[in-house]
Nanobody
Framework: QVQLVESGGGLVQPGGSLRLSCTAS????????IGWFRQAPGKEREAISC????????YYVDSVKGRYTISRDNAKNRVYLQMNSLKPEDTVVYYC???????????????WGQGTQVTVSS
């Protein structure tokens, strides 16, 4: 069992930056691929970035490429999502999730955090 807790969300102005953290307890994150997902009201949950536990492969959805950076610190049992050049359309709830396979499918992730709200507004 893995428990995941997201932190770092909040209110930021357009063009600003935030760094989300996903902290694990119960088992080391090094066993898992970690994905960051987001879900806007009335829409399906979307994978925006993933990082493999085996070879460090990374995935970014097109809308965040060049703006977001995913990284992991296995010693701290933590995965980060650095978000730069934030836009109002980035305003959603962000979730981190742990799974055994590197992929973008929500159903392939077994453990989920509770989510953290990011609001981009002036």
């Amino acid at each position: 069992q893995v428990q995941l807790v997201e932190s770092g969300g909040g209110l930021v102005q357009p063009g600003g930056s935030l760094r989300l953290s996903c902290t694990a307890s119960g088992r080391t994150l090094s066993y898992y691929t970690i994905g960051w997902f987001r879900q806007a009201p009335g829409k399906e949950r979307e994978a925006i970035s993933c990082i493999s536990n085996s070879d460090g492969s990374k995935y970014y959805v097109d809308s965040v490429k060049g703006r977001y950076t995913i990284s992991r610190d296995n010693a701290k049992n933590r995965v980060y999502l650095q978000m730069n050049s934030l836009k109002p359309e980035d305003t959603v709830v962000y979730y981190c999730a742990a799974g055994r396979q590197f992929n973008t499918q929500e159903d392939e992730y077994q453990y989920w955090g509770q989510g953290t709200q990011v609001t981009v507004s002036s």
